[in-house]
């Protein structure tokens, strides 16, 4: 019998052996260190897989971090559409535009052209339009988001690890400034306009530029903060192609795999490369703990 | 041996006032003030006013809230206007007291986080239920929300703790004492009625009623109830505030 590379495979690399029978989802992580310890402060954002995390990783022992929760006696009231649910109550964020933008916003580096809407007397913020309960001012909306980006910079400055999921390639934005919203205006809350509203659908390469900038700006503020990237398994609800939903679904989650691949390995070549270096600090052994991270893609950046 | 429970008393509600009242007040515990301006005189120059109190009772902290047979009284009686108190106490009743984690509304209050006013009003939405239903088959020409007092001062909301039995029940339980408990700034609570005044306006907005808010007269400058129409206890008004405020509801449906 000869000699050849799949002889020296582990069962690992084998469907049959690794998948077909005995799938150990821990296994398909294989970096050299855990992905998680439990002295991490862990921030998540993205789309649901993001949000859907936290229970487990809680019960697991580790810290999810919160640094937006309503005031205790206030809790017992129910929210919209899981805003409670990440760091911040930032709700879900599909694309990485739209989280680049919240990053940029929340240092005062983006400032949107349409950023509130009236409605039935309340001013909503369109970056969260779900939220219960919205602004009745001006004034209050200035001073509600103030203090909602406030805590979006504490997540961002005092979380050790970031989870963020890429959700989708698809989105609306403003014609104006490019801001990205999180769902199409007129669907949750607002009114469509075509005059300022345009449908985008991301590349390959505009997810990996935007992914490369949201890991320099958390280089700047947290240089200690590990990025974990995973791709979000949900398909569409719907598209706004002309395409079978099936299809715009393995289009925008190939994409979005593909951004995550070149994000995390930031190839020299790339015009888009920036002087960040990756690295991967020790870790103690990895354990039954961390099987829930290791599913997903991984992308570590550090800078030293 | 069996316990019995024993039968629960019937409330024997009352016109009190003039026979030939004009303005029917009928409403939670802020009517009996209306009771007082009668008795002290202060509507004789007015339109004839009768407010429904249950019997005997001139105590605003004792009372039993409106039942069914008291709202279909409130709607059977012939008059020009029903006037009604609709509560006015929740502000108190879930924020009199400080939290160890304090909160401030978007423009007022100097330490803690923002919490929006619409939830706020989300916290005592439920004390709106029934107030269509109370109403709806009133009689009246026309059917009037009341402004409700404003908050007192930290000092008179201290002095008047132990003459609200309510609070001072509340505070027993949880081991409290009326000369040491924290009082949530005047600043807050004023904020916090000015809230649930908007919210009364458009309960009153959305069942067809007139909405006669609290005039600034009866207010200091930092939005507070002006002393001279206080009842000495935490948060009810006197007989000078409710005949203002009769004043002001003759005024509204002129």
């Known amino acids: 019998m000869t000699s050849h590379p799949y002889r020296s495979q582990p069962d690992r690399a084998f469907w049959s052996r690794a998948v077909a029978k005995a799938f150990s ?7 050299p260190t855990p992905l998680l310890v439990k002295s991490d402060r862990i921030m998540s954002a993205g789309s649901c897989f993001a949000s859907n995390l936290v229970p487990f990783l809680e019960s697991a022992g580790f810290t999810y971090l919160r640094t937006e929760e309503p005031h205790p006696y206030f809790r017992r009231l129910p929210e919209n559409l899981g805003y409670r649910n990440f760091t911040a109550a930032y709700g ?17 580096r983006f400032v949107p052209a349409e950023d509130r809407w009236y409605v039935d007397g309340t001013v909503v913020d369109p970056f ?36 963020f999921t ?19 205006p007129g669907t949750i809350s607002g009114e469509f306009d075509p005059a300022r509203h345009e449908f985008h659908n991301f590349s390959a390469s505009e997810v990996t530029d935007d992914l490369h900038a949201i890991c320099d700006r958390l280089n700047e503020v947290n240089t200690g903060l590990r990025i ?33 691949a070149r994000s995390s390995t930031r190839d020299p070549m790339s015009p888009t490369s920036r002087p960040t270096r990756s690295s991967v600090a020790p870790r103690r052994p990895t354990n039954s703990s961390n099987r829930i991270a290791a599913r997903s893609a991984l992308s570590r950046s550090k800078r030293s | 041996m069996k316990s019995r429970k024993p039968p629960e008393r019937q409330l024997e509600w009352e016109w009190w006032g003039d026979a030939d009242a004009s303005v029917l007040v009928a409403g939670h515990s802020h009517r009996e003030s209306y009771r007082r301006a009668i008795a002290e005189g ?12 249950l019997g005997g009772s001139y105590d605003p902290a004792a009372m039993p809230n409106p039942d069914d047979t008291y ?26 007291f400080g939290f160890d984690e304090p909160f401030r509304l978007h423009d007022r209050g100097e330490s803690g986080m923002v919490v929006p006013a619409s939830m706020l009003s989300a916290i005592w939405r439920r004390s709106f ?37 309510f609070f001072v029940r509340a505070l027993a339980r949880v081991g409290e004492s009326v000369d040491t408990i924290r009082i949530t700034p005047a600043a807050v609570r004023v904020g916090l009625w000015k809230i649930l005044q908007d919210d009364l306006e458009q309960e009153a907005a959305r069942i067809g009623a007139v909405f006669v808010p609290v005039p600034l007269t009866a207010q200091t400058a930092d939005g507070c109830l002006k002393p001279e129409y206080a009842w000495p206890d935490v948060s009810h008004a006197n007989a000078a505030f409710a005949a203002l405020m009769l004043r002001e509801i003759e005024a509204a449906v002129a």
């Open chain 1, 228 to 260: 974990i990237l995973t791709v979000s398994p949900v398909p569409l609800v719907a598209t706004a192609t002309d395409a079978h939903v099936v299809v715009a679904t393995t289009r925008s989650k190939a994409i979005l795999r593909v951004a995550e």
């Open chain 2, 42 to 53: 202060l509507t004789s120059t007015g339109a004839a006013v009768a407010v429904l109190v």
């Open chain 2, 71 to 96: 709202w279909r009284l409130a709607c059977a009686a012939q008059g020009r206007v029903l006037a009604v108190p609709w509560q006015g106490n929740q502000y108190n009743t879930h924020f009199l």
């Open chain 1, 25 to 31: 989802p821990a296994e398909t992580y294989t970096g």
């Open chain 1, 166 to 184: 890429l959700g989708l390639t698809e989105a609306w934005r403003s014609s104006v400034d490019g801001a990205i919203y999180p769902a199409c």
């Open chain 1, 128 to 163: 969260r339009p779900g939220l219960r309960y919205p602004a009745r001012s001006d004034a209050e909306f200035d001073v509600l988001t103030a203090q909602h980006l406030a805590a979006v910079r504490d997540g961002l400055e005092s979380a050790t690890v970031l989870v």
């Open chain 1, 92 to 108: 879900n964020i599909y694309t990485a535009r739209q989280f680049l933008q919240l990053i940029d916003r929340a240092y005062g």
């Open chain 2, 129 to 165: 239920e029934g107030i269509d239903g109370a109403v709806a088959s009133a009689r009246a020409e026309h059917v009037v929300l009341i402004g409700t007092p404003p908050p007192k001062s930290d000092e008179a909301v201290r002095e008047g703790l132990p003459h609200s039995p």
